[in-house]
């Protein structure tokens, strides 16, 4: 799961995790270059029309969340965040 959490492509994933994993991955750091070939990526790996929407809504989902949040200046709650000094967690000024 750590390793998950800090770079899923050295991960060891079945394919079809290693599909949606990649297409979230582009989808949130690059969205404008997402591509036909991308979905296409899915399909081959296995996934239905309806798990590429539900891939694709629960990514753009949680990256609309975000940024609402980040714009408005609200931090992470208390139970949300990591343990001190593991690096991840938010700071607000």
């Known amino acids: 799961m750590a390793q998950?959490?800090?770079d899923h492509t050295a991960a060891q994933l079945p394919p079809r995790q290693r599909a949606m994993l990649d297409y979230a991955a582009k989808l949130t750091r690059e969205p404008w270059s997402v591509r036909e070939i991308d979905v296409a990526a899915l399909r081959e790996a296995g996934?239905?029309?309806r798990d590429i929407l539900?891939?694709?809504q629960v990514t753009?989902?949680?990256a609309y969340a975000n940024r609402?949040?980040?714009g408005l200046g609200v931090?992470?709650?208390a139970y949300v965040a990591s343990p001190?000094?593991?690096g991840?967690?938010?700071k607000r000024k």
Do not use: I, M
């Open 4 to 6: 998950l959490a800090a």
């Open 47 to 49: 996934l239905s029309d």
């Open 54 to 56: 539900d891939v694709n």
């Open 60 to 62: 753009a989902y949680y």
């Open 68 to 70: 609402v949040a980040d």
């Open 75 to 77: 931090g992470v709650d």
């Open 84 to 86: 001190p000094g593991k």
């Open 88 to 90: 991840t967690e938010r």
